[in-house]
Antibody, heavy 115, light 111 residues
Framework: EVQLVETGGGLVQPGRSLKLSCVASGFTFNNYWMSWTRQAPGKGLEWVASITNSGGSTYYPDSVKGRFTISRDNAQNTLYLQMNSLRSEDTATYYC????????WGQGVMVTVSS | DVVLTQTPVAQPVTLGDQASISCRSSQSLVHSNGNTYLEWYLQKPGQSPQLLIYKVSNRFSGVPDRFIGSGSGSDFTLKISRVEPEDLGVYYCFQATHDPTFGGGTKLELK
């Protein structure tokens, strides 16, 4: 059974950093691209970042480029999202997904950016 | 950026009826490799989104055949025949031909 479990969310002040983790199980992790997608409270879905299966290439929308970094440790079956210079508009539930859209999704982790 | 416009924003339905959702793209979603990376997701209340359809018309594992995806180029449709209670929620289209983007969502709700 495919499982994606995110951790690392919480309350953080504007301008500070936070790192999310996603542990994957039930599939061969290094065979798949992985992504992060977020959802602000009461809003729609927004793609945040993707990484190739080897980790050699990463992709971001303009809204987070230069502030967020996606990475992975294929030996540990773990995906990461380093978020720097956080803003109030980054407040959202962050989902770890397999592939670029998401044939599988984690349960999500809440990130609140507020002073 | 590719903009996906979903209509309607809300679709009131009676159980057992058919529902139809449109997703129009600001650019063609045909990739240079010939594939069209248009997907449909359902987010039920309080749950993570789940994949229904990939590459326009392919049902994901376990998705009932009452879900039918169609379309080409920049114009796509998701039809749900014989709506059941577990089909209620918000539907999103998504494209990965270009930098990925989601549509704004369509809420399928009881009339």
């Amino acid at each position: 059974e495919v499982q994606l479990v995110e951790t690392g969310g919480g309350l953080v002040q504007p301008g500070r950093s936070l790192k999310l983790s996603c542990v994957a199980s039930g599939f061969t992790f290094n065979n798949y691209w992985m992504s992060w997608t977020r959802q602000a409270p009461g809003k729609g879905l927004e793609w945040v970042a993707s990484i190739t299966n080897s980790g050699g290439s990463t992709y971001y929308p303009d809204s987070v480029k230069g502030r967020f970094t996606i990475s992975r440790d294929n030996a540990q079956n773990t995906l990461y999202l380093q978020m720097n210079s956080l803003r109030s508009e980054d407040t959202a539930t962050y989902y770890c997904t397999r592939n670029r859209g998401g044939d599988y999704w984690g349960q999500g982790v809440m990130v609140t950016v507020s002073s | 950026d590719v903009v996906l416009t979903q209509t309607p924003v809300a679709q009131p339905v009676t159980l057992g009826d058919q529902a139809s959702i449109s997703c129009r793209s600001s650019q063609s979603l045909v990739h240079s490799n010939g594939n069209t990376y248009l997907e449909w997701y359902l987010q039920k209340p309080g749950q993570s989104p789940q994949l229904l359809i990939y590459k326009v018309s392919n049902r994901f594992s376990g998705v009932p055949d009452r879900f039918i995806g169609s379309g080409s180029g920049s114009d796509f449709t998701l039809k749900i025949s014989r709506v059941e209670p577990e089909d209620l929620g918000v539907y999103y289209c998504f494209q990965a031909t270009h930098d990925p983007t989601f549509g704004g969502g369509t809420k399928l709700e009881l009339k």
